[in-house]
C-alpha cells in the first residue's frame, strides 16, 4: 500500500467487491448432531480470540485490499454467545476493517434465547441488518429431543414445556 492509504480506503488497489464469513466457534450448549467447527465456551480465551480474528483480517486485506464488501455474515458456533461488550469490539473492529459504508447485508447468527435488551442494541448500533435464527423443529416432542436446542422454546414459545 501508499503512504496514507488505508485498508479501507476506495482508492487502494483493490481486490473488488467481497463477501466475508467470520467465524465464532464458541457454544453454551453443545448439540450432539452438529458437525461445525465450535467448543464450549467456558474456560475459553474469547476475548484474545477476538483480537486474533481481527488481527487476521487486517494482516489479509494488507495483501489483497478490498473497496467494497456486500455482505458480511458472523457465524458460528454462536456468535450471540459472546458478552455484550465482546460483540461490541467485535463489531468495531469489523468497521474499521472493512469497507462497511459498502455493505447491504450484515447478517450475526443468533441463539434466540441470548438476545438480551444489551446485546440486540449492541447488533442495532453496529448496523447489523440481519439475525438467522437456527429453527432445528416445531415439533416440540422432537425438540425434546434435541436436549441442546432447549433455548428454541423462547422461540416458539409451546404451551406444553
Ligand atoms: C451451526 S449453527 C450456528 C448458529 C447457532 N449456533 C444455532 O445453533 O442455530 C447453524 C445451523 O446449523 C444447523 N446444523 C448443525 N449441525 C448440522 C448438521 N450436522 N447438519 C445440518 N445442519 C446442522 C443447526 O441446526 C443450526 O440451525
Ligand atoms: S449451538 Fe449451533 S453451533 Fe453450537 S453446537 Fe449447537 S448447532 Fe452447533
Known amino acids: 500500500m501508499l503512504e496514507g492509504q488505508t485498508i479501507n480506503d476506495p482508492s487502494t488497489k483493490s481486490a473488488g467487491n467481497i463477501s466475508a464469513y467470520l467465524h465464532i466457534p464458541f457454544c453454551e450448549h453443545i448439540c450432539y448432531y452438529c458437525d461445525f467447527n465450535k467448543v464450549f465456551l467456558e474456560g475459553q480465551p474469547v476475548d484474545e480470540y477476538i483480537e486474533a480474528l481481527l488481527k487476521e483480517i487486517e494482516l489479509t486485506l494488507f495483501h489483497q485490499p478490498v473497496s467494497e464488501a456486500e455482505t458480511i455474515y ?5 456468535p ?29 447468527e443468533a441463539n434466540p434465547g441470548d438476545l438480551s435488551e444489551d446485546k440486540m442494541l449492541v447488533l442495532k448500533n453496529h448496523q447489523v441488518n440481519r439475525l438467522s435464527m437456527g429453527v432445528q423443529t416445531f415439533d416440540n416432542r422432537l425438540l425434546k ?16 414445556c
Do not use: C, W, Y
Not at 454467545?81 to 462497511?100: C, F, I, K
Open 145 to 160: 429431543k434435541l436436549v441442546a436446542s432447549i433455548l428454541l422454546k423462547m422461540f416458539i414459545q409451546p404451551s406444553n
Open 80 to 108: 450471540t454467545s459472546l458478552s455484550a461488550s465482546q460483540l461490541d469490539r467485535l463489531l468495531s473492529g469489523v468497521h474499521e476493517l472493512l469497507p462497511t459504508h459498502t455493505t447491504k447485508e450484515f447478517t450475526v
Open 74 to 78: 458472523i457465524g458460528g458456533g454462536t
